[in-house]
C-alpha cells in the first residue's frame, strides 16, 4: 500500500444532494408562485432541459456530436400520442404508450448506433448518422397519413389527468432525478470511460475495451431518455407536430447545449432552460431579431469559448475544475489472474509465416516468419523505413489487410479489432505515449483494468488496483506521488511510463513495444530496461522489442531480429546478431541485404 | 425517355448544389454547413437584380461575387480559427448560417419571392419536349465540371490544392502559402454556392429557408464523394437516379430522402464512399 487513504468527503456528495434538494423545493412551489405562461412555457423548457442532458452526455463528454435526440424525442411523443389516439387512453394504454414510447427509441438507438460505430469509424460519421435520420423520421411522420396526422400532427388525445401545475412539477421532478443520475454516472468510473474515448479512442481499443460496443449501448440507453421526456412532452403539450423529431431541432439542442456548456450537465440545463424561456418571451417582440443574436452569440461562443457560459462563470469564480483536496486514491497490488494456458508456455506465443503488407505496389513487408515464445525478449531492429511499425501494427490490429500466417496463441488474428487480440493477452506501446490527457494518472490505469474488472456505474472507486508488476513500475516510476495529477501536467518520461505501466496492467502474455525509450534519459532508460528484463525473466512474458539504441538491445534482449527494406534478414542470439558484417553494413548504409 | 432526362437533369442540379461544398471538404477537411446559408443569398441575388430591373442573367456573375465575397469574410473570420476542431467548425457555419436566415428574413421578410425565368418553354429534344431550363441546367454542370477540371489539373492554385489535399504538412514545409489555398478554396466554393442558389431561382420557390433542403442532399453526396469531382459526378447521376425513381414510382416524400438513406448506407459498408485510395 502506498499513499495513505485520505476521507475527505467529494465536493459532490454534499453539494449534489443539497443543489437536488432546493431545486425540487423549487419545483414544487413554483406553479404557487408563476403565473400560468410561465408554468407553461417552464414546463416545456424542462422537458427539453433532459434532451440537453442528454446531448451533453454524447457530446459533451463521449465527444459524439448528435443530431438525433430530437428524433428519438419525437418518436416517444408519437409512440405516446398515436397510442392514445389510435389504440385507447385507459390507464393501461397509458402504461403501454409510456413502455412503446421508450422502448422504440431504445431499439431503434441500437439501429443507429450499429450504423455510427463501428471499428475505425469517424466521428464525423457518427454525426452524419445522427443528420439523416431524424431527416428520415420526420419524412416517415409526413408520409404516414391518418396515423401521424402527417403535416398537421396529432391533436386532442387523452393526456393524463394533471393539471398545469402537475405537468410543471412532474417535468420538474424527471428532470432532477435524471440530473442527478447523469451527474453520478459521469462522475462514476464508467463515466470516464466516455472521457477516455472522447481523448484517445485508439488507445482505449489497445486497453481491451470494446468502444464500439459501448458507445451503441450508450447511444441506446439516451434514446430511452429522449424517449421519456417525448412522453412526457405528449402529455404536457396535448399536441405532437413533425417538427418536434426534425433535424433543425436537433440542431437546436445542441446550440443550447454548447452555449450553457458542454461537458458540464448543470450547464445544459441552465441553458436549454434559459434560452427557451426567453425565446418563448421574447419571440411575440422581435422574433427573427432574437434569433439572430442567439445564432451570432453560438458563432461566437463556439470559436472563442467552446466550453460555453459554464467555462466563462468557473473562470471569473475561480473554481479549479479538479480541487486537489480529495487526493485519496490508494494502489492496491493484485495476484495475477490465473495464467490459463501457461502449461503450453513452450509453444510460440505468436507466429508469423510468410506475412507480406503492401500499399499498392509498395511493398513494406515480404515473407516475415517470425515466433516468439513466452519468457522471450526480441528486439526488432533496422533502419527507418525497414517495417518495424507496420509489422507491429499487423500483429496487434487483425483489421489491417496483409496477406500470411498471424497467430497469437495458436489462434489466427486475421479480422480480429484490436481489442479482441488485447484479450488474447496481447499488450502494445506506442512510440508516441498515447495515453489520456483529460485524466488522472489514478483513471489511466483504472482505464487499463476496466476489461477485466468491469466499472462501477455509480461509484468513483477511491482505490486502485493494480497486478503486483505494474504496480511495481508505477512505484519505481514515482508515479504513486502523482495518482491525482491530470496527466496533462507529466513529463514526457512520466508519460512513457504511464503507458507502460498501464500495458503491463492488463496483464498481457505478449508485450509490443515501440520505442519504449526514445526520448527518455539514461537513468530512465536503465530502469525501463529492468523492469521487462524482470517481466520476461520472471513472469515469462514475452515481449517484442523495437529499438534503435543498440547498446540498450544488448543488455537486455534474448534474442535479436533484424528487418530491413521489409525482409527480416536475420534473426539469432544477441551475440550472433552484433557482430554480424550484415548489420554493419545495414546500419552503415551500405550494400542491399 | 423523359425519366431519363429527369435523372440527368436532377443530377445536374444536385452537381451543381455540391459542388462548392464538395471543394470547400476536399481541400479545407471542413463541412461548411452555412453552404445552404449562401445558396439562399445567391437565390436572393436574383430577387435583387430582378428589382432593380436588370437583366436576369446579370444575376449569376452577381450571386457569384456576393457569395464569394461574404466567403472571404466568413474564412477570416470563422472558419480559419476552427480548423483544428472540424466537428466544432461544423456547428460554428451552421450557426453562422441561422444568423444569414435571420438577416434575409429581416430584409425581405419571410414570403415567398417570385424571380423572372432565365429560360421559359420547352424544346424538342431526343422526340420529348423538355423544360428548356432544366437542359440548361446540364449544360451549367458540365460547365461547372469542366472549370473545375481545367482549375485543379490546368493552374498553380490548382496544383497547390492538390497537395493541400494530399499531404498539408508537407506541402507547407514546400513552402506552399497553404492559408491562402484555404482561403482561396472556400471564396470558390461559397461562391460557386451562390451561383448554384441563382441557378436554382427558376427551378424552386425562393424563401429564407430554402438552403436547408438542399444542404443534406449535398452533405451526402459530398460524404460519399470524398474530394473527387469525378466521384461526385457519379454519385449525383447514381443517387439523383434513385431519387427520382422512388419519387416516381413510390412516394415523393420518400424520395426526399432517399439520397440521405441511400449515402449513408454506402458510407456504412464502405467507409470510403466511391473516392479511390
Not at chain 1, 432546493?22 to 432541459?49: C, E
Not at chain 1, 446531448?55 to 405516446?80: E, H, K, M, S
Not at chain 1, 512520466?494 to 505478449?510: G, I
Not at chain 2, 457569384?64 to 474564412?75: D, K, Q, R
Request: charge should be neutral.
Amino acid at each position: 500500500m502506498v499513499n495513505p487513504t485520505r476521507t475527505s468527503r467529494p465536493f459532490n456528495s454534499v453539494a449534489l444532494p443539497a443543489l437536488a434538494a432546493g431545486a425540487l423545493v423549487v419545483v414544487a412551489i413554483g406553479p404557487i408562485v408563476l403565473d400560468r405562461f410561465a408554468v407553461n412555457v417552464l414546463t416545456r423548457s424542462m422537458i427539453y432541459a433532459v434532451l440537453a442532458i442528454t446531448v451533453d452526455i454524447l457530446w459533451g463528454y463521449a465527444g459524439i456530436l448528435t443530431f438525433g435526440q430530437a428524433a428519438f424525442f419525437g418518436i416517444g411523443a408519437y409512440a405516446t400520442a398515436i397510442v392514445a389516439t389510435h389504440v385507447g387512453d385507459s390507464p393501461a394504454m397509458m402504461a403501454l404508450g409510456f413502455v412503446l414510447a421508450v422502448a422504440t427509441p431504445m431499439l431503434l438507438g441500437l439501429l443507429v448506433g450499429w450504423l455510427s460505430f463501428y471499428h475505425n469509424s469517424t466521428p464525423l460519421y457518427a454525426s452524419v448518422i445522427s443528420l439523416v435520420f431524424p431527416i428520415v423520421v420526420t419524412q416517415l411522420v409526413f408520409s404516414g397519413g391518418v396515423w401521424t396526422g402527417s403535416s398537421s400532427g396529432l391533436v386532442g388525445y387523452t393526456t393524463l389527468p394533471l393539471e398545469l401545475g402537475g405537468f410543471f412539477r412532474l417535468a420538474g421532478f424527471c428532470l432532477i432525478v435524471i440530473a442527478v443520475a447523469a451527474w453520478i454516472f459521469v462522475k462514476s468510473d464508467a463515466g470516464k470511460l466516455l472521457i477516455a474515448i472522447r481523448d484517445n479512442e485508439t488507445r482505449c481499443s489497445y486497453l481491451g475495451l470494446n468502444t464500439s460496443r459501448f458507445k451503441i449501448l450508450l447511444t441506446a440507453c439516451l434514446a430511452g431518455v429522449a424517449g421519456l421526456a417525448g412522453f412526457l412532452y405528449a402529455h404536457a403539450s396535448g399536441v405532437v407536430a413533425p417538427e418536434n423529431t426534425g433535424f433543425v431541432f436537433g440542431t437546436e439542442l445542441v446550440v443550447w447545449t454548447a452555449l450553457g456548456g458542454r461537458g458540464t450537465i448543470l450547464g445544459p440545463i441552465l441553458g436549454a432552460i434559459g434560452i427557451d424561456y426567453l425565446s418563448a418571451n421574447l419571440s411575440g417582440e422581435l422574433p427573427f431579431l432574437y434569433q439572430l443574436i442567439v445564432g451570432a452569440l453560438f458563432v461566437v461562443m463556439i470559436i472563442v469559448v467552446p466550453g460555453g457560459l459554464a467555462a466563462v462563470v468557473t473562470k471569473i469564480a475561480g473554481i479549479g475544475t479538479n480541487p486537489t483536496a480529495i487526493a485519496s486514491v490508494t494502489v492496491k497490488g493484485v495476484a495475477s489472474r490465473p495464467s490459463a494456458g501457461w502449461v503450453e508456455a513452450r509453444d510460440a506465443l505468436i507466429k508469423i509465416e510468410n506475412l507480406g503488407k503492401s500499399y499498392g505496389s509498395h511493398h513494406v513487408l515480404e515473407g516475415i516468419d517470425l515466433s516468439v515464445r513466452a519468457g522471450e525478449l526480441v528486439s526488432l531492429v533496422g533502419p527507418n523505413g525497414a517495417g518495424k511499425t507496420t509489422l507491429m501494427r499487423c500483429v496487434s490490429d487483425g483489421t489491417l489487410e496483409a496477406t500470411g500466417v498471424r497467430q497469437v496463441c495458436g489462434r489466427s488474428i486475421v479480422r480480429l479489432t484490436p481489442s479482441d487480440i488485447v484479450a488474447l493477452g496481447v499488450g502494445r506501446k506506442f512510440q508516441v505515449a498515447s495515453v489520456f490527457d483529460s485524466l488522472t494518472v489514478a483513471d489511466c490505469l483504472r482505464m487499463a483494468r476496466m476489461a477485466i474488472d468491469p466499472p462501477s456505474v455509480f461509484a468513483a472507486s477511491r482505490t486502485l488496483a493494480l497486478p503486483l508488476s505494474s504496480e511495481r513500475i508505477v512505484k519505481l516510476t514515482g508515479l504513486d506521488q502523482l495518482l491525482d495529477s491530470s496527466v496533462s501536467l507529466l513529463s514526457h518520461g512520466q508519460k512513457q511510463s504511464l503507458e507502460l505501466a498501464m500495458v503491463v496492467a492488463l496483464e498481457p502474455r505478449l508485450i509490443l513495444l515501440d520505442e519504449p525509450t526514445a526520448g527518455l534519459t539514461k537513468p530512465e532508460r536503465t530502469m525501463i530496461g529492468g523492469i521487462l528484463k524482470s517481466l520476461t525473466e520472471e513472469l515469462g512474458v514475452a515481449a517484442i522489442l523495437v529499438e534503435h539504441d543498440l547498446d540498450f538491445v544488448r543488455e537486455i534482449s534474448s534474442r535479436i531480429v533484424v528487418l530491413h527494406q521489409g525482409k527480416l534478414v536475420l534473426d539469432g542470439s544477441v551475440e550472433e546478431v552484433v557482430n554480424s558484417a550484415l548489420v554493419k553494413s545495414v546500419y552503415s548504409g551500405g550494400g542491399h541485404a | 425517355m423523359t425519366l431519363l432526362l429527369d435523372i440527368a437533369t436532377t443530377a445536374a442540379v444536385l452537381f451543381i448544389v455540391a459542388s462548392g461544398l464538395l471543394a470547400i471538404f476536399g481541400v479545407l477537411k471542413i463541412i461548411n454547413f452555412a453552404h445552404g446559408a449562401w445558396l439562399t443569398v445567391g437565390a436572393y441575388c436574383s430577387v435583387l437584380i430582378a428589382h432593380w430591373g436588370l437583366n436576369p442573367w446579370l444575376s449569376l456573375p452577381f450571386a457569384f461575387l456576393v457569395g464569394a465575397a461574404l466567403g472571404a469574410l466568413t474564412e477570416r473570420l470563422i472558419v480559419k480559427p476552427l480548423y483544428r476542431r472540424p466537428l466544432d467548425a461544423i456547428l460554428a457555419t451552421w450557426g453562422l448560417g441561422i444568423v444569414i436566415g435571420q438577416l434575409i428574413t429581416l430584409w425581405f421578410g419571410r414570403d415567398v419571392q417570385m424571380t423572372p425565368n432565365l429560360m421559359s418553354g420547352t424544346v424538342g429534344f431526343l422526340g420529348v419536349d423538355y423544360s428548356a431550363y432544366r437542359l440548361f441546367a446540364v449544360v451549367a454542370a458540365l460547365a461547372v465540371g469542366i472549370g473545375f477540371t481545367f482549375l485543379l489539373d490546368g493552374t498553380r492554385l490548382g496544383l497547390s490544392a492538390r497537395a493541400v489535399i494530399m499531404n498539408e504538412s508537407l506541402a507547407r514545409a514546400l513552402g506552399i502559402d497553404t492559408g491562402n489555398v484555404r482561403l482561396l478554396t472556400f471564396v470558390i466554393g461559397t461562391g460557386l454556392a451562390g451561383l448554384a442558389g441563382a441557378l436554382l431561382t427558376p427551378l424552386t420557390s425562393v424563401d429564407p429557408n430554402m438552403g436547408v433542403a438542399w444542404l443534406i442532399g449535398a452533405f451526402m453526396l459530398v460524404m460519399v464523394a470524398g474530394s473527387s469531382f469525378g466521384a461526385l459526378a457519379v454519385a449525383c447521376l447514381l443517387f439523383g437516379g434513385a431519387q427520382v425513381l422512388v419519387s416516381t414510382f413510390l412516394n415523393p416524400v420518400l424520395g426526399g430522402v432517399t439520397i440521405a438513406v441511400l449515402c449513408a448506407l454506402v458510407l456504412r459498408l464502405n467507409p470510403k464512399g466511391f473516392a479511390r485510395g
